[in-house]
């Protein structure tokens, strides 16, 4: 079971928010001294690194290292791999500050690297970084060219249910999507406070992190966590059921959605459907949400022009994968409004997400 206990602690947001802009000033600055060409062969450099990255964090060498630092033979040898390409990808991994070399071909973990880890970002990075990705981001140009998402050229069906026809697929996407909802659901917590809803309707709510944590920090709320029947259909992978408080249904938000609740909570859900998709979902929320009833959309919001945003970034990702997209304020603004919500507030949190608070018109 997952607790309010168990998640990181984060500085202020507005501490955040100036190291940021401080960390993007310097690197603004390095690059007006650094040569155009010499800066996108940097960039160019990228695609080596996440390889390398993708290789060695299925190798799970983080959590090798969790008990201390481990020469190079050691590690190819728990690896099942050969030790001098081992260590020339550890090699370069250290120069960048993901693992350090302290030694003689002796390595061991970074901050960075211990991200890599099981209980940290291990299962979100191996799922942004399978080889169907990689195929899908070679084949960007068809998306460029047809308006259609790169992925329907090695995936017939919708992404999502491709994933979940997979035992191997679906239990790896629940595992990233825990992962991140570590990071993300300390994020969410420190930045607004929900103790004045009673009943809470998680909507695509995995495997009930986000709202174990909510139920764990508030003793007076009760939840309803709403997912696939693959997805909440195994009742060990859910946490308990709080002495009454949680309640599991199953189904498709795109066909219903269960009443009763006062906050309802699309935690990365919207971006990965397209604008017609999220206003059935919307409305299906609209259709059973009370008049004092809230919806709060979870997710990241692309900012104004030339300002580096993490919704830029996932936004390619989106367009190519799922054929879903991530979405300015004006038009999370659109999508409210013609699904019968109108905006309150936007609140930004110490991660890359803001949380979209709306209620019913």
């Not at 409305?283 to 300002?307: C, D, L, P």
Request: hydrophobic letters at 40%.
């Amino acid at each position: 079971m997952y607790t309010y206990s168990d998640l990181p602690k984060y500085p202020p947001v507005l501490f955040v928010r100036l190291a940021d802009l401080i960390r993007r000033s310097l690197i603004r600055m390095s690059r007006r001294f650094t040569h155009p060409s010499v800066e996108m062969m940097e960039h160019l450099q990228n695609l080596w690194l996440i390889g390398s990255i993708s290789a060695v964090n299925e190798l799970g060498i983080a959590d090798i290292l969790r008990a201390g630092p481990q020469n190079i033979e050691e590690l190819a040898s728990l690896t099942g791999t050969h030790e001098d390409p081992l260590y020339r990808v550890m090699r370069m991994l250290s120069s960048q500050g993901i693992f350090r070399e302290t030694g003689d071909r002796i390595f061991s973990n970074t901050p960075v690297s211990s991200s890599m880890r099981e209980k940290e970002l291990k299962y979100f990075i191996q799922h942004t970084l399978n080889s169907m990705q990689f195929r899908i981001f070679g084949a960007l140009m068809h998306s460029l060219k047809t308006g259609r998402r790169a992925s329907e050229l090695f995936v017939e069906t919708n992404v999502f249910a491709h994933i979940g026809s997979s035992v191997e697929l679906n239990e790896l996407y629940n595992r990233a999507m825990t992962n991140t909802s570590r990071m993300q659901v300390a994020a969410i917590l420190s930045a607004f406070s929900f103790s004045k809803f009673r009943i809470v309707v998680d909507v695509g709510g995995g495997q009930g992190f986000f709202l174990s944590a909510l139920l764990s920090k508030y003793p007076g709320m009760r939840g309803i966590l709403f997912d696939l029947p693959n997805v909440v259909g195994n009742p060990e992978k859910l946490p308990s059921d709080f002495g009454g408080r949680l309640k599991v249904e199953a189904g498709s938000f795109l066909e219903t959605i269960p009443s009763g609740g006062d906050l309802y909570t699309l935690k990365n859900i919207l971006h990965g459907w397209t604008d017609n998709d999220c206003l059935t979902i919307l409305g299906n929320i609209r259709k059973v949400i009370g008049g004092q009833g809230r919806i709060m959309i979870i997710e990241a919001v692309v900012e104004g022009r030339n300002t580096p945003s993490w919704g830029k970034m996932s936004d390619i990702f989106m367009m190519a994968g799922p054929d879903g997209k991530e979405r300015t304020r004006e038009e999370f603004r659109i999508l409210l409004e013609k699904s019968g919500f109108s905006i309150e507030r936007i609140k930004k949190t110490v991660a890359p997400l803001s949380l979209i608070i709306a209620a019913p018109k």
